[in-house]
């Protein structure tokens, strides 16, 4: 499609261009326009009609968004933001520079933005910071035909119009009714005989996170928020619940590979911020770790008197951290998902012992027959090996699950506690338990 167009452009053929776009799903368009150049992307955005303009664009990443507000007229602008919803407008201002917000608001009726200023004020992580007033809401007073009346009549401009909410004359959320419901009730039946009562909502100040599992645990379309006084003051639809829900399991991933979580997209973010992301994690990892060459260090006589130690040291350590790494990743994500809650700690920890004990037990008995047999018929070092990974599985699966659930009751995010953190704890005591058993067993 790109050379395509490519082609039509050069050719001078923008009617042709303009019909291809129309034909094209709008989020399609949007990444097309990312193969061009500015000049090329902002030709092709020009050709596209007001309507499709305004939707393209709050789908384009940021720094395409910039480049065409910084490269439109005045009026062009205004067009856009006027067929923007609320809380793309909303996005848009928080993610642009300072220029470009002066611009944009410039740009913007008095009316939108008083609202944009409002939302402006809800805290960045909040329901409130990424609803939308973009909904229907009907008087439960209405009849059927009433209601039909009022969507058609406001709900032009809606983001919405499938679920409609049910309020008194103080705009307090009583009630949900659909389309469907309506549809399917008597003319003369009111929106208050047919609505649900039993409604999940949110309120402004709540965490979106916790929003946006309500849309994955209820099956919703969207969710009304309320106020303190639950007072109907927007709704979120399912796709920004799944642009949270993006976002948090990202920013999980990050955290757990131990990277200071960023917004910007991978091949957009600059070189020396990638490496300012990392390195900082590194170092305290790679200084933590002294403590695990001081337990070496603390033994070096037991290399001497058996030397075959040192070579099982590794398999040892990265078992160990390969369990923990395990162990934590499957809690992390129970936890996410809102299987696993603080109160089970200890059913958590029980089910990972009895799952160590199990992989313990096959690890250790493959060892005791390798080693005995490619190492010179060594039981003893056979055994101390066995028995050292079998504690080792044990204790690293038991911090794999117990560190991300300790780190939640700290009120820390669980990602935090996890593979490198975990594997570095790991070592340290997969090297004591080590040493102290072949003290035991081989009486060094």
């Known amino acids: 499609m790109y050379e395509k167009i490519k082609e039509m452009l050069e050719n001078r053929k923008f009617l042709s261009i303009r019909q291809q776009l129309c034909d094209m799903n709008m989020v399609d368009v949007a990444t097309l326009l990312e193969e061009f150049d500015e000049d090329d992307a902002l030709r092709v955005f020009r050709l596209l009609p007001k309507e499709e303009a305004s939707e393209v664009f709050s789908y384009m990443p940021k720094d395409k968004q910039q480049s065409i507000v910084e490269a439109i007229t005045d009026r062009e602008l205004s067009g856009i933001i006027d067929e923007l919803f609320l809380d793309d407008t909303v996005d848009l201002i928080e993610e642009m520079p300072a220029n470009v917000v002066k611009r944009l608001l410039k740009n913007t009726s008095q009316e939108k933005r008083k609202l944009i200023n409002r939302f402006l004020q809800y805290e960045e992580d909040s329901a409130g910071s990424i609803m939308t007033i973009e909904f229907v809401d009907l008087k439960k007073e209405m009849t059927v035909p009433e209601a039909f009346a009022h969507i058609r009549k406001t709900g032009v401009d809606k983001e919405t119009i499938y679920t409609c909410y049910a309020t008194d004359a103080n705009r307090v959320l009583e009630g949900v009714v659909t389309v469907k419901d309506l549809l399917l009730a008597e003319e003369g ?241 997969a090297l004591t338990v080590y040493f102290s058993i072949a003290k035991m067993v081989i009486g060094i």
């Open 189 to 429: 039946q009111k929106v208050g005989d047919i609505m649900d009562t039993n409604i999940i909502f949110a309120y402004t100040d709540d965490d979106k996170e916790d929003v946006a599992k309500k849309f994955h645990r209820y099956d919703l379309m969207s969710l009304p928020v309320v106020d303190k006084e639950r007072r109907l003051v927007g709704i979120i639809t399912f796709d920004d619940a799944i642009d949270v829900i993006q976002e948090e399991n990202t920013e999980d991933f990050e955290k757990m590979a131990a990277i200071t979580p960023s917004d910007e997209p991978y091949l957009k973010t600059r070189v020396i911020d990638h490496a300012k992301h990392r390195v900082l994690w590194l170092l305290l990892l790679m200084v933590s770790a002294t403590f695990t060459g001081a337990i070496i260090t603390g033994f070096e006589n037991a290399f001497t008197v058996v030397p075959a130690l040192v070579a099982f040291i590794p398999m040892l350590m990265d078992t160990g951290g390969n369990c923990g790494s395990q162990s934590s990743t499957l809690i992390i994500r129970g936890m996410a998902l809102g299987q696993i809650r603080g109160r089970d700690v200890f059913k958590v920890w029980w089910h990972e012992v009895s799952v160590a004990v199990i992989i313990g037990a096959v690890l250790a008995a493959f060892n005791i027959a390798r080693i005995y047999l490619f190492n010179g018929h060594n039981i003893k070092l056979a055994c101390t090996v066995s028995f050292s990974l079998y504690a080792t599985v044990i204790i690293a699966q038991s911090i794999g699950c117990l560190l991300p659930i300790g780190a939640k009751k700290l009120g820390l995010d669980p990602a935090v506690a996890a593979a490198p953190i975990i594997t570095t704890i790991v070592d340290a005591f």
